[in-house]
């Protein structure tokens, strides 16, 4: 029989015992758990993917959601990035190319830009904005073009929480212990064979699973997988609070919103019960002092504080980067123990769950038959996807055109792109990135690009410029009549789709019908 050992609880730790719990029943599970350490979460928002890991386990919404502060997520609305007053989104779910091909809007945009201004974009190519914009969530895709209701929603929710319901109801047969180790033994093959606590007890297994956050007990002090910064992403510091609302019904939004400030961003993340804000700044350019007493202003200004509020704010500190090896010998890091970015994007449970589906899918491949290959595998996808991801967050900060401050100006006349990476894009898919990202030509297959077109074309980066699109119409490549047609149709779509959703419940009122009973 396989034993693993989980060191750590929070949810990253439960998140991962929950999910070796369910694929294999037959492996002998113990979580070992500080009693006196507070879990830090991860955060409270998640991407799309999160889906999978829920149909992992097994559940659905009205099982967990109640029980973790929890609500719907269908985009993220950035607002300030183009310039203060400018708001544009990143829907989720995939491209929908109804209306035309990947270059047809730049024709749009470029021969009505009254019609079609940047914010459009993403009308365009991804009906779910029409959710986000007007605050509703439907049953029925039929209506909605390309909205998959239970994949392309996505969640806040109290990660706390959610570590504990998983606890609670997903890992019974997890042998849950409370102490706090203070040393590890190995076998002679330098693999860890046991964890000691404080008593003395000790502690074996044939896997040991790090989930004891920044700290990184095992990966780091254990096996000596030192810390790798990346020296780039302009923010290490945060303010952050919950606050009450003052009107649900308006207040209790289905996107996340991530408002610019002059030196950082704040993010407004609606719960069931409260409100998460927060401000993620770069201490190079603020002090925490002035950084909180900006923070309060926002709050203030944007109507995020009431009598109820008891003002409480809490300051923290991070670096971003990831240990050498997620994967080294028979010890492996989840969560914070392996890495961390700024949470612009959810990466904290993105990249959380996102490991633990491939350390599931490593022992699930061949029974459990793991070996150096597997092991290497694994630590190459994780390696990547940080360093993609490191890439993505970067470039909001760097396509932005705002220079209206020092924090601003820095930023953007920096680049986002490594040579490893551009490399790594550019044999695997040259067409893809280099055209599109470096506007050398232009891409043809954008879903393969994520969120990177939504966020391009919300700060007016665009592949397509004005002297490209003359000289294009000038050769007949899209003619005036067929882009009337285009025109005609989405604006008829457009009417169509808002007086359906009209009528259709809130987000709150959707939520209190079918979670919050």
């Known amino acids: ?137 439907v049953d029925d895709n039929t209506r909605v073009r390309n909205f998959r209701r239970h994949w392309d929603t996505s969640y806040h929710f109290d990660a706390t929480k959610f570590g504990g319901w998983l606890r609670d109801n997903i890992c019974q047969t997890v042998e849950h212990t409370k102490a706090k180790i203070v040393s590890t033994f190995y076998d002679d093959k330098c693999n860890v064979k046991g964890v000691v606590d404080e008593y003395g007890n000790d502690y074996k297994a044939d896997y040991f699973i790090d989930c004891t956050g920044f700290g990184s007990l095992l990966l780091e002090k254990s096996m000596d997988q030192s810390f790798i910064e990346f020296p780039n992403l302009p923010n290490d510091s945060a303010v952050v609070t919950h606050v009450p609302y003052i009107d649900k019904q308006t207040e209790m939004k289905n996107q996340t919103d991530g408002y610019a400030m002059d030196n950082g961003w704040c993010w407004t993340i609606p719960l069931w019960e409260n409100i998460g804000k927060g401000y993620v700044y770069s201490s190079k350019f603020i002090d925490k002092f002035k950084a909180e007493e900006d923070f309060r202003k926002h709050l203030d200004l944007n109507c995020f504080t009431s009598n109820e509020w008891d003002g409480k704010v809490e300051h923290i500190k991070f670096k971003h980067g990831k240990r050498r090896l997620g994967w080294c010998q028979n010890v492996i890091g989840i969560g914070l123990s392996y890495g961390f970015l700024e949470p612009l994007e959810s990466t904290g449970l993105f990249t959380t769950h996102e490991n633990i589906q491939r350390l599931v899918e490593v022992f699930e491949r061949r029974g459990g038959h793991i070996t150096q290959i597997d092991i290497d595998g694994y630590n190459h996808a994780v390696h990547y996807e940080l360093e993609a991801m490191k890439e993505f967050v970067e470039m909001h900060y760097y396509l932005s055109p705002r220079t209206d401050t020092e924090y601003w100006r820095h930023y953007s006349n920096k680049s986002p792109l490594s040579y490893d990476m551009m490399f790594d894009k550019i044999v695997r898919s040259p067409r893809l990135y280099q055209e599109f990202i470096h506007c050398w030509n232009i891409a043809n297959a954008p879903k393969d690009l994520g969120g990177i077109p939504y966020i391009a074309a919300g700060m007016g980066y665009h592949p397509l410029t004005k002297t490209d699109y003359e000289y294009k119409m000038a050769r007949g490549e899209f003619s005036l009549g067929y882009l009337n047609e285009v025109k005609d149709k989405h604006f008829h779509y457009r009417k169509n789709v808002l007086k359906y959703l009209k009528d259709q419940p809130s987000h709150y009122e959707y939520l209190r019908q079918r979670i919050y009973v």
């Open 1 to 137: 029989m396989v034993s693993i050992c989980i060191l750590g609880g929070g949810s990253s730790g439960w998140m991962t015992a929950a999910a070796f719990a369910k694929v294999f029943p037959q492996y002998k599970i113990r979580l070992i758990e500080n009693p006196t350490q507070k879990p830090l979460s991860v955060g409270e928002s998640t991407l799309g993917h999160f889906n999978r890991y829920l149909q992992m386990l097994g559940v659905k919404d009205s099982d967990w959601m109640k029980e973790c502060n929890a609500t719907y997520k269908l985009s993220i609305q950035f607002t300030n990035w183009a310039g203060k007053g400018e708001i544009f989104q990143y829907p989720f779910g995939d491209f929908d190319y109804t209306n035309g091909d990947f270059l047809t809007w730049y024709y749009l945009h470029y021969t009505w830009p009254q019609l079609f201004p940047d914010t459009s974009y993403c009308e365009f190519y991804n009906p779910i904005s029409y959710l986000a914009s007007t605050n509703k969530i």
